[in-house]
Nanobody, 115 residues
Framework: QVQLVESGGGLVQPGGSLRLSCVAS????????MGWYRQAPGKQRDLVAR???????NYADSVKGRFTISRDNAKNTFYLQMNNLKPEDTAVYYC?????????WGQGTQVTVSS
């Protein structure tokens, strides 16, 4: 059974940093393009960063230059390094594929940026 488990969120002050992790189990995730999504209260879930199986990356304009996505295929783990966090980054963050059919969503990890 495919399972995605996100972790690493928390409360941080503006300008701070967090590193999110996503552990994927149950499939060969090295062949998938994977992305990090976020959903703020009352808003839709948006893709903010993605990384292909060939390690090409792409970012939403709102996070470009501040967030870095990476992956460790040997560990079936994906990361999102978030620097210079802003209050508008507050959301629940999820990982999932960005092409084809989505895998079952994990529980997400809450990121709150506030002073």
């Amino acid at each position: 059974q495919v399972q995605l488990v996100e972790s690493g969120g928390g409360l941080v002050q503006p300008g701070g940093s967090l590193r999110l992790s996503c552990v994927a189990s149950g499939s060969r995730f090295s062949v998938y393009g994977m992305g990090w999504y976020r959903q703020a209260p009352g808003k839709q879930r948006d893709l903010v960063a993605r990384i292909s199986s060939g390690l090409s990356t792409n970012y939403a304009d709102s996070v470009k230059g501040r967030f870095t996505i990476s992956r460790d295929n040997a560990k079936n783990t994906f990361y999102l390094q978030m620097n210079n966090l802003k209050p508008e980054d507050t959301a629940v963050y999820y990982c999932n594929t960005y092409t084809g059919q989505r895998l079952p969503w994990g529980q997400g990890t809450q990121v709150t940026v506030s002073s």
